[in-house]
T-cell receptor, first 112, second 111 residues
Framework: ETGVTQSPTHLIKTRGQQVTLRCSSQ?????VSWYQQALGQGPQFIFQ???????GRGNFPPRFSGLQFPNYSSELNVNALELDDSALYLC???????????FGNGTRLTVT | TQLLEQSPQFLSIQEGENLTVYCNSSSVFSSLQWYRQEPGEGPVLLVT?????EVKKLKRLTFQFGDARKDSSLHITAAQPGDTGLYLC???????????FGTGTRLQVFP
């Protein structure tokens, strides 16, 4: 059983640029969530996708957007990058409601 | 706003010592989870507690959910260097699927 995989593992971008992060969910999982984890803090919920539709969003501006594909993989897009966007971005997937989340190892984004 | 506050923020101990990590909130939660996160990796679920007053044991780790379901604790007996990591409590928000994570406790166990 393949777990949640994220790419790339590390990324350096310049303020104002755009970035796309990718996530392959665990086999059989149709729900994908994205979290932002700033250094020294707990993860914060960005949004969740279920069957290609966004069905929950945290307190993040519209320049954070996402997609889920028919194979349940997902992308997180961030436009107009700011220095404070530097963080570890975690993707998590699950199957049925109330089943546990399985996290990937994250993408470390640095904005300079 | 639902917040989960963890204490202590940092803990540095010798192998063999015992420790307790706390997770507190003013909100009531239907369930609460504990995760451990190692450097360069995502959080890994350790346990889910559901019933007020519930105690669950996972080898040397003991988890307790407060009677009022507002707080939880994690106790580690005879800590080992392999226990080193970031411990996070988390709970689902009201009427939502999102997880609210605590502020985290970074544990370092020295041999």
């Amino acid at each position: 059983e393949t777990g949640v995989t994220q790419s790339p593992t590390h990324l350096i971008k310049t303020r104002g640029q755009q970035v796309t992060l990718r996530c392959s969910s665990q086999s059989g999982h149709n729900t994908v969530s994205w979290y932002q984890q700033a250094l020294g803090q707990g993860p914060q919920f960005i949004f969740q996708y279920y069957r290609e539709e966004e069905n929950g969003r945290g307190n993040f501006p519209p320049r954070f957007s996402g997609l889920q594909f028919p194979n349940y993989s997902s992308e997180l897009n961030v436009n107009a990058l700011e220095l404070d966007d530097s963080a570890l971005y975690l993707c998590a997937s699950r199957g049925q409601s109330n089943s546990p989340l399985h996290f990937g190892n994250g993408t470390r984004l640095t904005v300079t | 706003t639902q917040l989960l506050e963890q204490s202590p923020q940092f803990l540095s101990i010798q192998e063999g010592e015992n420790l307790t990590v706390y997770c507190n909130s003013s909100s009531v939660f239907s369930s609460l989870q504990w995760y451990r996160q190692e450097p360069g990796e995502g959080p890994v679920l350790l346990v889910t507690v559901v019933t007020g007053g519930e105690v669950k044991k996972l080898k040397r780790l003991t988890f307790q959910f407060g009677d009022a379901r507002k707080d939880s604790s994690l106790h580690i007996t005879a800590a080992q260097p392999g226990d080193t990591g970031l411990y996070l409590c988390a709970a689902k928000g009201n009427n939502t699927d999102k997880l609210i994570f605590g502020t985290g406790t970074r544990l370092q166990v020295f041999p």
